[in-house]
Structure formats: structure tokens, C-alpha cells
């Protein structure tokens, strides 16, 4: 295959592979989006339920700032292609004892709420927890959410002399749930922010208490996206197709070739050739020591084994009537026994008995009001484990797929709850689709059904997590699976990071936008 145009292919049109598209194009060189699905976005997609199209995937919106940079760097503004509305109310939460909190944007409204809720004392201590989770986001910023690579040495020559304090403050050694006990006696509280290890796909009693950073990130801000979150797909797309690059949907890549020790294009599934100056692949880096995009490539990764997996999910698409719960767009209805549900997760890898359930009333937004149609357009989704086999192909012989009965258990546990915490939903079969880690297994090669890549688990999980440069040159790696992690503002930081790193290897044919976050990406 010969090389054409200084032409970079890019895998999967999931938000990293968008975001690398755009940064490229913005460093001058021409791009190629291959996509297997008829729409772009990846997990961030919609189906049509009854009457209504709803998002299947990603339903929380955060970190503006990553999105409206970029736009800027291309001489754009976000509010031109996509139209948000930012929350007050970020989530409504609910146990089975019939008590609830929400949280605000405004934190002296979560403050008080807390003080109602469990009093003075824990309203002190989610002061404390806000004003710590602020200072290790603002500690990780730039020298590790917003860097290519993992990389402890430079983490401590970015802290300089007061590494040691800062360390001290991320509490790497210590796990969330340990961290979240030193702030709250309740032990609602406990379970509330521990959830938040679950973003990543992963349990508060294993993940390192670093992670209580991500309920910085939604404090910091969360908005409604008109449309849904796949209009932020969708706009992204449009402008990389006006701004001269190209999207083939329906378009499945079989192999990633090499050619003299580098990435030199990709092969179509019916056998086209398309060369490439070089490659990013926007989808989950275990496809890749799988051997899915062919042998050559199967190194380009670091393996890690199936018990590692994050969670994957089994979901409900629901249109139909609900009553006796005032839900708002972000609800969570908590299992009487957290630890158990964590227990069965990832210890007997299991469906819980007793499942926690998040429901996004995709038609509502801060205030309780039953949409026009009085039908609720909803995604439910509970934790669920990956599958467990070698393999990692739902297929492969020995996977273990749960049976519908065990589908089904699960399902009359999720409602149950939901009963006991006022919710009725009434469903008809026409108008719910209903998603367990086999299907997303199937939607997503490689991924044995996980949705976050890598569990976040331990002290090192997050300086393990793979870097955009992959170990076979010209390949650069992109998307929830990679570094910094999973989640849409995070996969949309890898896409910019792998676009940053593939430009200053190769040489932008143009100057290129300056960098889409503070700080800067720091390339090595």
C-alpha cells in the first residue's frame, strides 16, 4: 500500500475518535473515520423505544471545559453546535427507608441539604470532602489527566518540592471507602459518594480513594444536553465533515497492517486497503492482545487478564408511565447492602440479589414534571459483572453468559426496589429493550462485556492504564480503556492527547491550534 497525503486513519467514531479527528485536522492533516455503526458516538448512542429516542450509553455531561477549548482552538464555540443547559440539581438520591437527598450545583444548597438530611456534624464533614476532592482534581489536573502517559517521576517533578504533601493528600495507598469513613458517620453518605467508584467502572471498597475526585468533577458542574448526549456526537461529526474529513459508517476494520516495523493503514473487513501516514485506534485496547486487528498489532497494547475487567451493565430502555417518585434527569435508588452487592460483583463475579439502580429521566431536568405525554423515557441501569473468559468474546467457547432466568432474577430485584422506594413504572413489553454484558460484549469487540476498560483497583491501576503512544509505532491509542479513563470528557481528553502525540512524532504540515486544556499536554 502506498502512503497518500500525510492521511490518518482513524478507528471507531466514538468521542475519542472525534476529538483526534478534529485535532488533526486542526494540525493540518487529512482524516479518515471508520466507524462499524450507522451513527456516530460509540457507547454514546440512541435507540428508538416506543415513541421515544433515547440515549443508550454515557448520560452525565461534565467538564465542560475540555469540550469548549477545543472548539475554541478551532475557531469555534461549542454553543453553536451543541445546546447545553446546566444543571441545579445534580442527582436525586433515594433509600429504602423512605429518606432522600439531592445534591446541587450550588454547594451551599448540598451543604445544607446534607445538614437536613443527617445533621450539622456530616454537613461538616461534606464541606471537608468537597473542599479535599477539589484539591486532589486540582493536584491531577495537568501533570495527570491532561498528560499522555502515566507517569509517577513526572507527577512529583511537576509537584516540586511539596510532592510529599501532595501525595499525602491524593490518598493513593488508601481506599475510597476508607477515605469516605473519615469524613461520614452516616452510612447512606458512605454509600452515596462511594458510588462515584462505579464511574470507572469499579468497587469504592477497592478503588483508591484518588477517585473521590470525581465527585469534584460532577460538583464542578453538570449540564443537560438538548437532544441528548448523542447530539454531542452528532455535532462533533458534522464539523469534522465540514471542515473536510471524511466518516464511513458501516465500515469495520479487520486488521491494522504494519509495514516496516510501523502502522501503515488498515483493512477492511471486504478487503479494502486503506493506507495511513499513521492510525488511531478510537476502541477498547484489549480487541488489540486479542489479536482482533490481526497479529501484528497484538503487542501494541499491554494484555491484562479477565478477573481485572471493570463492570459491565445490564440496562432497560423504557418508555411507559411512572408514579409515586418525583424523579428528576439524574436518580439513584440504593440496595440495603452495599458491601454485598460489591461482594457478589467482583468476588463471585454474580448479578447482586439486591442491585442499586440508576434511572436518567431523559424527558425531565431539575424540576419533578411528568413530560407532556405523561410517559417517561428513561435508561435504568444496574452493575453487573464482565464476562469471564479468555477469550473475551461473548462467543468464545466457555464464556459464561448469563441465563435469561438469572436476567430475569436480577430484573425482579431492580423493580422490587424500585416499589419500595415509591417508584411504579409501568411497563409494556413493546417498549422496553433490555441490554446484559453479552450484548455489549457483542457491541463492543474485546471488551468480554466491560464498559470502563481496566477496574481502577489498587494504588498503581490508574499509572497502569495503557498511554495514547501504543508500543508499535505510528499506532496511537484513544478512547475509555486508555489514560486518563473512562467516561466522556475522559475518553475525549485521550482522542486529543492521542492526536497531540501522533502531530509532535510525526510534524504537523501546519502550526498547530494550541492545546484544549490548561497546562497544556506535556508530550514527551
Known amino acids: 500500500m502506498d502512503r497518500v497525503d500525510g492521511r490518518v486513519a482513524i478507528i471507531g467514531a466514538g468521542v475519542g475518535g472525534l476529538t483526534a479527528a478534529l485535532r488533526l485536522q486542526a494540525a493540518g492533516r487529512p482524516v479518515t473515520v471508520l466507524e462499524r455503526a450507522p451513527a456516530p458516538g460509540g457507547k454514546m448512542r440512541q435507540i428508538q423505544v416506543g415513541s421515544k429516542r433515547l440515549d443508550a450509553g454515557p448520560t452525565v455531561f461534565t467538564m465542560r471545559w475540555v469540550f469548549d477549548r477545543l472548539f475554541a482552538d478551532l475557531g469555534e464555540r461549542l454553543d453553536d453546535h451543541v445546546t447545553l443547559k446546566q444543571a441545579s440539581v445534580l442527582a436525586r438520591h433515594a433509600w429504602q427507608d423512605g429518606s432522600r437527598l439531592d445534591l446541587f450545583a450550588d454547594i451551599e444548597a448540598s451543604e445544607k441539604a446534607v445538614a437536613d438530611f443527617a445533621g450539622r456534624a456530616e454537613a461538616r464533614g461534606f464541606r471537608a470532602f468537597c473542599d479535599e476532592t477539589a ?4 493536584l491531577l489536573k495537568d501533570p495527570f489527566l491532561c498528560s499522555p502517559a502515566p507517569d509517577i517521576g513526572a507527577m512529583v517533578r511537576a509537584f ?61 458542574g453538570v449540564w443537560y444536553v438538548d437532544g441528548g448526549m448523542h447530539a454531542l456526537a452528532q455535532g462533533l461529526a458534522r464539523l469534522i465533515e465540514a471542515r473536510g474529513g471524511t466518516i464511513r459508517y458501516e465500515c469495520e476494520v479487520a486488521e491494522i497492517t504494519v509495514r516496516q516495523g510501523r502502522a501503515s493503514g488498515v483493512r477492511l473487513s471486504d478487503g479494502e486497503a486503506i493506507a495511513a501516514d499513521a492510525v488511531v485506534m478510537n476502541g477498547d485496547n484489549a480487541a488489540l492482545f486479542q489479536g482482533m486487528l490481526g497479529p501484528d498489532v497484538r503487542r501494541a497494547a499491554a494484555a491484562f487478564p479477565p478477573r481485572d475487567r471493570s463492570l459491565s ?35 463471585r463475579r454474580t448479578l447482586p440479589a439486591e442491585p442499586t439502580v440508576y434511572i436518567c429521566a431523559q424527558d425531565r431536568e431539575d424540576a419533578a414534571q411528568p413530560p407532556p405525554d405523561g410517559r417517561d423515557g428513561m435508561l435504568l441501569i444496574v ?32 423493580f422490587d426496589l424500585l416499589r419500595r422506594c415509591g417508584l411504579t413504572i409501568r411497563r409494556q413489553p413493546d417498549r422496553v429493550v433490555r441490554t446484559g454484558p453479552a450484548e455489549w460484549s457483542r457491541l463492543f469487540p474485546g471488551t468480554g462485556g466491560a464498559i470502563y476498560g481496566r477496574a481502577s483497583h489498587g494504588w498503581r491501576a490508574s499509572l497502569q492504564r495503557q498511554g495514547c503512544r501504543s508500543a508499535v509505532p505510528g499506532l496511537y491509542l484513544a478512547g475509555g480503556s ?9 475518553a475525549a481528553l485521550s482522542g486529543l492527547m492521542a492526536a497531540e502525540s501522533l502531530a509532535t512524532d510525526l510534524g504537523s504540515t501546519r502550526r498547530s491550534a494550541r492545546t484544549a486544556m490548561s497546562g497544556g499536554i506535556s508530550t514527551r
Request: proline share 7%; net charge negative.
Open 160 to 220: 516540586g518540592l511539596k510532592s510529599l504533601g501532595a501525595m499525602r493528600k491524593m490518598k493513593p495507598f488508601s481506599t475510597m471507602q476508607n477515605g469516605l469513613e473519615r469524613h461520614f458517620r452516616d452510612p447512606r453518605l458512605r454509600q452515596l459518594f462511594g458510588r462515584y467508584a462505579t464511574y470507572c467502572g469499579s468497587s469504592p471498597y477497592q478503588a483508591p480513594a484518588t477517585l473521590m475526585l470525581v465527585s469534584h468533577v460532577e460538583q464542578a
Open 313 to 347: 451493565a445490564l440496562t432497560w430502555l423504557i418508555d411507559a408511565e411512572t408514579d409515586g417518585f418525583p424523579l428528576v434527569h439524574h436518580n439513584v435508588f440504593f440496595s440495603r447492602d452495599y458491601q454485598a452487592e460489591f461482594d457478589a460483583l467482583f468476588k
Open 135 to 138: 484539591a486532589i482534581f486540582d
Open 482 to 490: 486508555v489514560h486518563p479513563g473512562p467516561g466522556v470528557p475522559m
Open 383 to 414: 452493575n453487573a459483572p464482565a464476562l469471564q473468559t479468555t477469550g473475551m468474546a461473548a462467543n468464545d467457547p466457555g464464556a459464561h453468559e448469563f441465563l435469561e432466568e438469572e436476567l430475569d432474577r436480577c430484573e425482579t430485584a431492580s
